[in-house]
């Protein structure tokens, strides 16, 4: 069946060090791959998505990696913050329409 | 949160009781969607709406319904609430068809007893 989940369910890290969040997913006719990023008590806010026919994308401190061959995502943040904990989820878009499957979360915990 | 509002923010309810939330958006955005988020389950699809009276199910819509009587405003509704229901809601919205570029509101915690 189609799923995404997420390999770790909680992630601990220095501050100031390389985050790196993972995801598997299953459908490989998905057409974008996203993260959002949920802090306590609010609603998910979109971080970064890639599209299907890229490897890599990057942003302000956060990088997507996309590997079709293993059906793996991944998150990376750079020199990690305070600020950063919370849940990052990754989801997929199915069909090229209004679906979009959300994985579990993972948790990341930032230690000063 | 991108200009958008739900309410009420909190809700304890009944079994069997009707319930209405409602989402308020700001930003002129054509497609509202309703999410519930449970642990375990991440966030799923209840319904959405691509328009003016337009709207279409989801992945777990049993036992909802929802309406979209201006653009702004997209309301969903329990017509019995169960225990199973319970949850937080989430409003999201965006601008064109591609969902991945949604932006969510604040939710609302639903408790069913």
């Known amino acids: 069946g189609e799923s995404v989940g997420l390999h770790l369910p909680t992630l601990s890290v220095q501050e100031g060090d390389n985050s790196i969040i993972n995801c598997a997913y299953s459908?490989?006719?998905?057409?974008?791959f996203i993260w959002y990023k949920q802090e306590s008590g609010k609603g998910p806010q979109f971080i970064i998505d890639?599209?299907?026919?890229?490897d890599k994308r990057q942003g302000q401190r956060v990088t997507v990696l996309l590997n079709k061959t293993v059906k793996h995502l991944s998150l990376q943040i750079a020199a990690t913050q305070p600020g950063d904990s919370a849940v990052y989820f990754c989801?997929?878009?199915?069909?090229?329409?209004?679906?979009?499957?959300f994985g579990a979360g993972t948790r990341l915990f930032v230690k000063a | 949160d991108a200009g958008i509002t739900q309410s009420p923010r909190h809700k304890v309810t009944e079994t069997g009781t009707p319930v209405t939330l409602r989402c308020h958006q700001t930003e002129n955005h054509r497609y509202m969607y309703w999410y519930r988020q449970d642990p375990g389950h991440g966030l799923r699809l209840i319904h959405y709406?691509?328009?003016?009276?337009?709207?279409d199910k989801g992945e777990v819509s049993d036992g909802y319904s929802v309406s979209r009587s201006k653009t702004e405003d997209f309301l969903l509704t329990l017509e019995s609430a169960t225990s199973s229901q319970t949850s937080v809601y989430f409003c999201?919205?965006?601008?064109?068809?591609?969902?991945?570029?949604?932006?969510f509101g604040p939710g609302t915690r639903l408790t069913v007893t």
């Open positions: 459908n490989s006719a998905s057409d974008y």
């Open positions: 890639i599209r299907s026919n890229m």
């Open positions: 709406s691509y328009g003016v009276k337009d709207t």
């Open positions: 999201a919205i965006s601008e064109n068809g591609l969902s991945y570029e949604q932006y």
């Open positions: 989801a997929e878009t199915q069909g090229g329409g209004f679906k979009t499957i």
